[in-house]
């Protein structure tokens, strides 16, 4: 990956959610844009879930702070897709660089992200009994286009009606 094309962490303390991928895509780390490769649900599904008012580009993901949503990667110094990425020691990263921000979700964008970072073997979908100081986690099925097959938007509405009920009864 080309240093000048890291995605920098999306982070401020208080976010309502922070969604974190394995690693960007190739696609993402040329454009230095989260999300960006075709396919991607990832845009689509903020808007259908009313975490956003509107579908964003990938372009604009620095506005998501204004929704409440930050935004990192379990492997920021490494971008591709699944086998390509070399997991092993990033994963212990994850936990010291979300606490001091402290939002009240980390999401998992796909199973992947969630076993590396918490060093597991196995791991459901949904709410997870873990967390990382105050922040609750939960495990997303992965927007990318290569994972269509495994696809639940049911899931991500789940964390979405979550991050809207703890702010409403804050």
Same mark, same amino acid.
């Given at each position: 990956?080309? /240093?000048? $094309?890291?995605?920098?962490? =999306?982070?401020?303390?208080?976010?309502?959610?922070?969604?974190?991928? *394995?690693?960007?895509? *190739?696609?993402s780390?040329?454009?230095?844009?989260?999300?960006?490769?075709?396919?991607?649900?990832?845009?689509?599904?903020?808007?259908?879930?009313? @975490?956003? /008012?509107?579908?964003?580009?990938? *372009?604009?993901?620095? *506005? @998501?702070?204004? &929704?409440?949503?930050?935004?990192?990667?379990?492997?920021?110094?490494?971008?591709?897709v699944?086998?390509?990425?070399?997991? /092993?020691? &990033?994963? $212990?990263? =994850?936990?010291?660089?979300?606490?001091?921000?402290?939002?009240?979700? @980390?999401?998992?964008?796909?199973?992947?992200?969630? @076993?590396? $970072? =918490?060093?597991?073997?196995?791991?459901?979908?949904?709410?997870?009994?873990?967390?990382?100081?105050?922040?609750?986690?939960?495990?997303? /099925?992965?927007?990318?286009a $290569?994972?269509?097959?495994?696809?639940?938007?049911?899931?991500?509405q789940?964390?979405?009606?979550?991050?809207?009920? &703890?702010?409403?009864?804050?």
């Amino acid at each position: 990956m080309d /240093p000048n $094309a890291k995605l920098e962490d =999306l982070l401020i303390p208080g976010l309502d959610l922070v969604v974190c991928g *394995s690693a960007a895509s *190739s696609v993402s780390a040329e454009r230095g844009q989260y999300y960006a490769g075709p396919g991607n649900r990832f845009w689509s599904v903020l808007e259908d879930t009313g @975490l956003t /008012p509107r579908r964003l580009q990938p *372009s604009e993901y620095r *506005s @998501l702070l204004e &929704h409440g949503i930050g935004l990192t990667d379990v492997v920021k110094n490494q971008a591709g897709v699944g086998n390509g990425i070399n997991f /092993p020691g &990033h994963g $212990a990263t =994850l936990e010291p660089r979300i606490r001091p921000y402290s939002p009240r979700f @980390l999401c998992f964008n796909g199973k992947r992200a969630a @076993l590396e $970072a =918490l060093g597991l073997r196995r791991v459901s979908y949904g709410l997870q009994s873990t967390m990382f100081g105050s922040t609750r986690l939960f495990v997303a /099925p992965s927007t990318s286009a $290569a994972a269509r097959r495994w696809w639940d938007t049911g899931l991500w509405q789940q964390v979405a009606d979550l991050v809207r009920w &703890h702010s409403d009864t804050s």
